[in-house]
Each structure stands twice: as C-alpha cells, then as structure tokens.
C-alpha cells in the first residue's frame, strides 16, 4: 500500500512524486513511455519532445542565423559557412537524454519507486497498473494523483501522416530543412518551431485562424512582434482559417479561407500547432464521482482536489495555462496537503514565455483585462533601444512595460518583448509575490549595464521619474 500514487512522469507528476516523498510518504509514479530496454522513461512531453528540445534547437538555429547575418556588424566574417543539421540534432537528442536520466536518478535518490505502465483508477485506493507486455497488476494506495498532459490537437482539415504533416514533435525530427514550410497555428508551438527553420532557411509561412495575433499578450507586445517577425521573414497570414489540405508526391498542398476568399497554397512539410488538449480518457473508471468538463480538463477545486476526496489531478490536465511550471507547482501544492499541510498557488502570477528571438515574457495583467474589470492603472514602458547594454550586444528590439494600480501603485503586469524577457519577468514576479509598488522597484538598485535596467526604468516611468528616456507630460 502506497500513501501516494502518481499516474504520469512529466514536470507535474515527477515533482509531485519527489516532493511527496520528501515529506515522508512511501510514493510510487507510473509513466507508461518506455526505452528501448523496456524502462520507463520520465519527463513527460516537456523534457523529450516539447519545451526542452524545442528550446534546444531555437538556441541552435538563432546562433547560425547569427553567424549566417549577424556577426558582420561585429567585425566577424565566416566564410563557407555550413549548416549541419544532422549534428544540431544530435546534440538536441543528448540534451534530452541526459535530462531523462537524471530525472530518473532523482526519483530513485528520493526513494520513488518507478512503476511502468499504464493506470487506471478503478476504485479510489485502487489502481490497475497495464505494462507494455500486457501484464496487469493492481496497486493500493491512500491517495492518487492524476498528472497524464497532453496531447497535440489532430483537425479534420489536416490529419497527421506523420511525414508530410506533423505535429509539434515531428517538426522537432526533420532530417533536412524544408523549402518551403507550413504553419497552422500561430500561438507559442507554432511560432517557436517556425522561428526554428526559418532561421535555418525555410520559406515559413504561419496561417492563423484568429484576427487578432498573440491575443492573449498585451497589445503593445502583439503589435511590436508581429512587425518583427515579419521583419525576420515569417508569412503571418491572420484571419485565415485552413479548410483542406492534401498529400501530393511534392508535398502538401493547402487552402485557407482569408477574407472570404479560398487561398490555395503549396509546402515541402506543414506543421500542425493548433493547441493541445487534455490526457483525460481512460484514466478512471467511470464510476467515480469525478468529472470532465467539454475540452476534456479533469474538474478540480482551487487545491486540484476532484469530487473523490483522496483523487488529485494537476498540469495540462485541469484547468489553467498549460506550462510546465504551473503544473510543477501544483504537484508540490498537492503532495503538501496531502502531507497534512497548508499550501496554496497563486494562479494570478503564472509567467508566460515565448522563446522567439527576441523572447516575449510576460506575468500578471495586461491593459485590456484591467479595462475589462474597470481597474484603474498607469503605465511606464522603456525601450532597449536606450539600454546600453542591449545595444553592446546587439540586441536593441523591444521593450519593458509595467502597469501598476492608479492608486496604490501596487504592479499589477509586466510585459517584455526584447533580450532576456524571461529572466527579466522573473525578477518582476518575485517582487509583485509580495505586493511591491512601481516605486519599490524604482528604488531598488540595478547592475549596470544590464538589460535588467530596463525594468528599472519602465518601473521610474509609471510614476514619470524614468532617467534615460523622456517622461509622460
């Protein structure tokens, strides 16, 4: 008998499983991917084949890209510059399984037991256990934790051949750069893999269903960054939903509706990014009193608890944004409570990134849903265009934003398009968990040069004090 079972070994169910048994409880984690040997293989989508392994290649493609545009200005000529794909992907492929391995060494310095197989929850303390052999077994255990992902969207219009047309973890395997590349989708997958091989020398096009792009991120930063993709080479095609697309020996031939017009267009490979959905079927019987609502989430209260008390579900399969670090942290929530202790998250300040060149970050409000609530707010943005820093290294495009309240000057959002975006975000999400002001960090003393400076300044400019730029009259 287990104290906790988790069903999944991504970024939520490995942490949860760790962090379990760091707080004394005897935690078992299945994970149904297996090796080559047979061994399962923990991780989840995340570390194989989405956020790590994207990142890989994003880092690789912009430093030829680089090379290939960019270090002439710096006084670096590289003659007969070659790429060689087959080595970028091959350092991608030891990046993961390094990660992979250690991640199963963790489980087994915390005392985890690996179980692999496939779950599924028939009574609550029961779990039936289905290996790669087909052998069963069931497991008990006090308490489950549901932490299965996600899945890449399949649409009608174009169905996965897994050759021709791929989903997100296809477009991370291609044995030679494309021509010509389809995108659909233009949220953060499609982007990120567009931005990939279009630095390696793809003619992408990225066909958005939606008008409006990035709508989820603050106006400033949709508006800026779609200039500069386009400015990097990326066809965004908005409002154009794909209605066909067929296999042909060249290739993939499409048609969009644009404008109430049918565009017909032809690609050597077309990724699919459309979004993901949940891992919910078949994880428990349907005899628990556990609900799914229609896109498939696992229904939960504010501490990822089900409607069967000892039933937990966290990550890309409850309700919230679908990031790695959300769920993380969620699975350490649980395992707390389950531990008999209090915790809580903070869902308002979960960070968003896009890993373009040059990144989008962002945490907390943007204008438009403080409009929507009626929140009054002020405002001060920087560009890195008056960064010492971001000018040394090449790396001018974009700026910080930060939007505190009219009132008490509490930041409620900071939103950064430019070098760094990540990091930057980061240091505004520590200050805003515990309620700091505009002021405060306006106050506080930054490196210099740094890009971080700009946060600095955006921070001075809300309350018209900025020093390196010109201030609101």
């Not at 993939?252 to 979004?275: H, M, P, Q, R, Y």
Request: net charge negative.
């Amino acid at each position: 008998m287990y104290d906790v079972l988790v069903i999944g070994g991504g970024p939520a169910g490995y942490v949860a499983a760790i962090k379990a048994s760091q707080l004394g409880l005897k935690t078992a984690c299945v994970e149904k991917e297996v090796n080559d040997s047979g061994k399962a293989v923990y991780g989840g989508t995340c570390l194989n084949v989405g956020c790590i392994p994207s990142k890989s290649l994003l880092d690789s493609s912009h430093r030829y890209h680089d090379a290939k545009k960019h270090l002439e200005v710096h006084g670096i000529d590289i003659p007969n510059l070659n790429l060689n794909l087959k080595k970028m992907m091959d350092r991608k492929n030891k990046i993961v399984s390094q990660l992979t391995g250690g991640i199963t060494g963790l489980l087994t310095t915390n005392k985890v037991t690996p179980i692999e197989g496939m779950a599924k929850i028939i009574e609550p303390t029961k779990v039936l256990i289905t290996n790669a052999k087909g052998e069963e077994e069931i497991v008990e255990t006090k308490n489950v934790i549901i932490a299965t992902g996600s899945s890449p969207i399949e649409i009608p219009s174009a169905k996965f051949d897994n050759k021709l047309i791929v989903d997100s973890t296809g477009a991370l395997e291609f044995e030679e750069v494309p021509e010509k590349l389809g995108v659909i989708g233009g949220g953060v997958i499609g982007l990120e893999l567009g931005s990939v091989w279009s630095r390696l020398g793809s003619e992408v096009t990225v066909i958005e269903a939606m008008d409006d792009f990035l709508f989820m991120a603050d106006k400033d930063i949709s508006r800026d960054s779609l200039k500069e993709f386009k400015k990097q080479g990326l066809n965004i095609e908005l409002g154009s939903m794909l209605t066909a697309s067929k296999v042909t020996k060249k290739g993939v031939e499409v048609t969009f509706l644009k404008n109430d017009e049918d565009v017909s267009e032809s690609f050597d490979k077309l990724i699919v990014a459309v979004g993901r959905k949940p891992n919910s079927e078949g994880i428990f019987d349907e005899s628990l009193e556990i609900n799914i609502d229609q896109k498939g989430f696992i229904e939960v209260d504010e501490f990822c608890q089900t409607g069967v008390s000892n039933i937990w579900a966290i990550g890309d399969v409850v309700r919230g944004p679908m990031l790695a670090h959300k769920g993380s942290e969620e699975g350490v929530m649980v395992a707390e409570r389950i531990a008999g202790k209090f915790a809580e998250m903070n869902y308002a300040l979960v960070p968003s990134v896009i890993y373009t060149h040059p990144e989008i970050a962002w945490v907390g409000k943007n204008e438009s849903e403080l409009k929507e609530e009626g929140i009054d707010y002020k405002t001060g943005k920087f560009p890195f265009a008056a960064s010492g820093r971001a000018l040394a290294v090449d790396q001018a495009t974009g700026f910080v934003k930060v939007i505190s309240d009219k009132k008490t000057d509490t930041i409620l959002g900071v939103h950064v398009f430019g070098p760094s975006a990540a990091e930057i975000v980061q240091q505004a999400l520590i200050s805003m968990e515990f309620g700091a002001s505009s002021e405060d960090l306006g106050l506080t003393i930054f490196s210099h040069p740094t890009v971080s400076e700009a946060l600095h300044e955006a921070a001075l400019s809300v309350n018209n004090q900025a020093i390196h730029i010109g201030n609101k009259k």
